[in-house]
């Protein structure tokens, strides 16, 4: 008999069987929980301790490339996963999502974090802003790991993703994660964890994870530590008021269950190919997944013009989804996560039902196709209306986590708002539209309740990643009812789990303490010019002033027809009089050039490319006669641990460039990115 097991301070812990596991699909029992209980304290502690200290061990790149390995690592046993997450009943496009998208997840966040975290444990989130007349004291933001530990709550209906998107920042960030999944699936989370345990990528104290309750877990819990939730809104508001999550304030980042809308335009009718595609996104959104999904689409708003085509073609669409056993051929859409989740929605659509016509499904004589499915947590597609959505509660309020949805007519955009807004907050909405105009009208009229706005159109839709699916690089949470959280997004989401601190002092100790040059900070100048020295051999700081050049009138002429650059801000003796410099002045990108004249080493070296500039900024202008003179300073030094293509490792070195002129005034400020060798071994 399978017994899952929790992975706790470094064991795996169970062996007697507690609460049965059915399959969703046949209710065959797939595995039990455990008995034994948990020592929450002991899990909580080593987290901190042993966690922290192996996660630290490690900077922001190492852990990346890290997450890297551990994804390679996933996708190649992935067939084990599958193989669990029928029994959820998921599709194979329903596991998909669930596991593919988790490791995807993953595989987002170490690029991510490999392109935009630097070297060390500190970010470094600038600018650096003078507090002084005489940039003594000046004043910037550092975020740095917070020691704690995160507590990662997830929900039934994606065992693999849930815990992914949420571990991947929560990992690079450096901090230990305790993950409870939901009961129901936790069978494909505990072995999603014994995979990335056998990975070897991850460090001890890393990820625990826990099968069953969470017992007195929340009492242990301490000011540096985060929760995280997503589930039904009731339990999270038991969550984020429990005590001591109050008394200490814990960061609680809740996403909850939302009512999603599709809003179809005015603008589009039945012979619109954006008709077709509003249609196919609504059918997808409530069938993927059986709607088991917090993106899915629960309100379908469409103009009172329209309704009857919508209805029409919904009904006709969703009448041909086969429910079933998804190994079954022909089957589209697998069962709810549990026959006690089946009842739930069920109960959910007679409540509709007090206020909403149903259209669709409810019928009595839906049969799911495949062996022992009469057994399984199986729900045909329901299709709602409701005639007068501009009533409070109703399908405004209540949550139906299956496959449906309820129609609502609109007669006037502003009133296509209002509707929307009833959900008191949503995750996404989908608005299918031709018209940039409405798209230009109405998105920021909805972005207030919104998380995420998904516009829909014939051009989108060759690319479009669809409704239902949050993305790693944008945000993923909404206002109000869907919890008020935050999670993905990018690098935000790892920000989410590092503590933001504001630090003021001297330019040379901010510079020491962000690890990055700070402008009128102590430089270091030496004999040996630094694009002569070996990337570990470079110091931050380390700075070179190159000598002098006055710009002449040969220079703009030679450097306008070399570049094919005759603006008569340069060439125009009577233009340039009459224009708010009132004489010809340097092109930009001469002083720009000029400068790399000024510090160049030309010699082979270790400088192996210039790959971009950042921050250019051109301040003062550069007259005929002026003089220029350029300060080259180390500013960041990244180790991402890569090599040449010839092998030969490298990191990246960014340099802070600030051209003069004779008067001392800034003529041009910028960063040079550059790829430099490392030392032969
Ligand atoms: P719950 O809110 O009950 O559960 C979500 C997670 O919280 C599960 O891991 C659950 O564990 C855990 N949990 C529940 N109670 C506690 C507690 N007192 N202390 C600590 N952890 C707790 O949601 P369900 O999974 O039961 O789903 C109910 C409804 O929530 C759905 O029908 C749907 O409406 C909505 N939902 C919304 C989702 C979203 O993404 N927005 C996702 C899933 C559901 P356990 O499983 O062990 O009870």
Redesign the pocket.
């Known amino acids: 008999m399978s017994v899952l097991k929790s992975f706790i301070a470094g064991e795996w812990l169970g062996e007697t069987p507690a609460r049965p596991l059915p399959s969703a699909i046949n209710g065959d029992i797939v595995a039990h929980t455990h008995q034994e209980p948990i020592d929450f304290a002991k899990a909580v502690e080593y987290g901190r301790t042993t966690g922290v200290k192996n996660l630290l061990a490690m900077d922001f790149q190492e852990r990346a490339l890290a997450l890297k390995a551990m994804a390679l690592y996933l996708q190649e046993h992935k067939q084990e996963l599958y193989a669990l997450s029928h029994h959820t009943g998921a599709t194979k496009r329903d596991s998909a999502i669930d596991i593919d998208g988790g490791f995807g997840t993953l595989f987002s966040y170490a690029s991510m974090g490999r392109r935009e975290l630097p070297s060390g444990n500190v970010v470094h989130e600038g600018p650096v802003m003078p507090l002084g007349k005489e940039n003594h004291f000046a004043g910037t933001h550092i975020l740095v790991p917070r020691g704690g530990v995160a507590v990662h ?5 994606f065992p693999v993703w849930g815990m992914l998107e949420k571990f991947a920042p929560t990992f690079l960030a450096g901090m230990p994660c305790i993950v ?5 699936t936790s069978y494909v989370t505990e072995a999603a964890v014994r995979l990335m345990q056998a990975s070897g990528a991850l460090p001890e104290g890393a990820l625990q994870l826990i099968i ?3 017992g007195d877990l929340l009492d242990h819990l301490r000011e540096q530590d985060v929760v995280t ?4 809104a ?2 999270a508001l ?2 984020r008021s429990h005590p001591n999550i109050l008394a200490r304030s814990i960061p609680f980042n809740a ?4 009512l999603n809308c599709a809003i179809l335009a005015p603008d589009v009718t039945p012979d619109h190919e954006e008709f077709d595609l509003f249609i196919k996104e609504v059918v997808r959104e409530m069938t993927v997944k059986a709607g088991q999904k ?1 993106t899915a689409v629960r309100r379908i708003l469409v103009p009172t013009a329209q309704l009857e085509a919508v209805a029409d073609r919904l009904k006709q669409q969703l009448s041909k989804v086969v429910a079933g056993d998804p190994a079954v051929d022909g089957v589209r859409m697998g069962a709810l996560a549990s026959l006690d ?1 089946c009842a ?1 929605v069920k109960a959910a659509i007679d409540r509709l039902k007090e206020s909403c016509e149903c259209l669709l499904g409810g019928t009595g004589d839906f049969q799911p196709l495949g062996d022992g499915c009469d057994r399984g947590a199986f729900l045909e597609p329901h299709l709602l209306l409701c005639r007068n959505p501009e009533q409070e509660g109703g399908a405004h309020d209540i ?1 139906a ?1 299956g496959p449906v949805a309820t129609l609502m007519p609109y007669d006037t955009l502003e009133q296509a708002v209002a509707i929307a807004a009833k959900g008191k907050g949503s995750l996404v909405t989908t608005l299918s539209t031709r018209d940039p105009a409405t798209a230009g009208q109405l998105v920021p009229m909805l972005a207030a309740y919104h998380g995420r706005l998904h516009v829909l159109d014939a051009q989108a839709a060759k690319e479009s990643t669809g409704h239902g699916s949050p993305l790693p690089m944008l945000k993923h949470g909404g206002p109000g009812r869907a919890g008020g959280g935050e999670e993905l997004g990018g690098i935000r989401a790892v920000c989410h789990y590092l503590q933001r601190t504001a630090v003021q002092g001297s330019p040379t100790m901010l510079a020491a303490i962000t690890g990055e040059y700070v402008r009128g900070a102590k430089v270091i100048e030496t004999e040996v010019h630094p694009f002569r020295r070996y990337f570990e051999d470079l110091q931050i700081n380390e700075s070179l002033l190159t000598h002098r050049r006055t710009v002449t009138e040969a220079d703009i002429v030679n450097f306008g027809c070399l570049s094919g650059d005759h603006f008569y801000m340069h060439f125009d003796e009577i233009a340039a009089r009459n224009s708010q410099f009132r004489e010809r002045i340097a092109h930009g990108y001469f002083v720009l050039s000029a400068a790399a004249g000024l510090f160049v080493s030309p010699g082979e070296g270790p400088v192996l490319a210039n790959y971009g500039l950042d921050n250019l900024r051109f301040i003062t202008p550069v007259p005929i006669g002026d003089t220029i003179q350029a300060r080259l300073t180390c500013k960041r030094k990244i180790d991402q641990g890569r090599t040449s293509p010839d092998g030969h490792p490298q990191g990246v070195v960014v340099w802070d460039v600030e051209v003069r002129n004779q008067k001392d005034e800034l003529v041009a400020s910028y960063d040079i990115l550059t790829l430099v060798a490392k030392r032969p071994q």
């Open positions: 709550i997830n929900a039934f209906n409870k999944p939901a009961t129901a069953g309750g969470t939730f997503t589930g039904s009731s339990t038991k969550l996403e909850a269950d939302s917090c989740q739930d949550e986590f």
